[in-house]
């Protein structure tokens, strides 16, 4: 079972920037396809972007599209996040997993704990 660390989260002003990162325990890592998800309170599960094993082929929800950039370095088993021009509706636990399908939500491996992104003035 491959653990995934997601880190990076904190509490910025609208507008700002963060960047996440999420470590995986495994360099099979690199065999799958990967997304990010986020969860606000009280709300479901969404998958925000999500790219191939390869890096190639980004695809992102239409209300993060042009603000958030998805990549990962397979040799660093890692996968990155980045967030500009963040929105006090982006705040959320932001995930990182292997879905079975881009957008979906069934996950191959165990969540991580997560970390806490918080936009407000």
């Known amino acids: 079972q491959v653990q995934l660390v997601e880190s990076g989260g904190g509490s910025v002003r609208p507008g700002g920037s963060l960047r996440l990162s999420c470590e995986a325990s495994d360099r099979t890592f690199g065999n799958y396809d990967m997304a990010w998800f986020r969860q606000a309170p009280g709300q479901g599960r969404e998958t925000v972007a999500h790219i191939r094993a390869n890096g190639e082929g980004a695809v992102y929800a239409d209300s993060v599209k042009g603000r958030f950039t998805i990549s990962r370095d397979n040799a660093k088993s890692t996968l990155y996040l980045q967030m500009n021009n963040l929105k006090p509706e982006d705040t959320a636990v932001y995930y990182c997993?292997?879905?079975?399908?881009?957008?979906?939500?069934?996950?191959?491996?165990?969540w991580g704990q997560g970390t806490q992104v918080s936009v407000s003035s």
């Open positions: 997993n292997a879905p079975f399908a881009r957008f979906g939500t069934q996950t191959i491996w165990t």
